[in-house]
């Protein structure tokens, strides 16, 4: 399974992006999939996961009420769209694609990574 993240960039405080994880090879529609992030000098974390049909998801306390994770499983395409960034979600983001369908937080459940794409946010 070929995942690429991308639609990372610098912003501002406050501003949003929208990442997208797409697969380049295979389909991963029947799988769960989520989002992680490591940030320099600190371990990788769970941000968020959907299920594989989007109908149940999972975040990061911090970020639930600004995150959202969905899916286009016609596009093969699973988004992350982050609204009013903090410095602290300085990160590298990473998707990765579960052996299971449903989502979990549960790094050990997916075996399936790409490259991610980096988050800048300034203060």
């Known amino acids: 399974v070929q995942l690429q993240a991308s639609g990372g960039g610098s912003v501002q405080a406050g501003d949003s992006l929208r990442l997208s994880c797409a697969n380049s090879?295979?389909?991963?529609?029947?799988?769960?999939v989520a989002w992680f992030r490591q940030a320099p000098g600190k371990e990788r974390e769970f941000v968020a996961s959907?299920?594989?049909?989007?109908?149940?998801?999972n975040y990061l306390e911090s970020v639930k009420d600004r995150f959202t994770i969905s899916r286009d499983r016609a596009q093969n395409k699973v988004y992350l769209q982050m609204s009013s960034l903090k410095p602290e979600d300085t990160a590298i983001y990473s998707c990765?694609?579960?052996?299971?369908?449903?989502?979990?937080?549960?790094?050990?459940?997916?075996?399936?990574w790409g490259q991610g794409t980096l988050v800048t946010v300034s203060s």
């Open positions: 990765a694609a579960s052996r299971w369908s449903t989502a979990s937080s549960n790094l050990n459940d997916y075996p399936y």
């Open positions: 090879r295979r389909t991963f529609s029947n799988n769960a």
């Open positions: 959907i299920s594989w049909n989007g109908d149940s998801t």
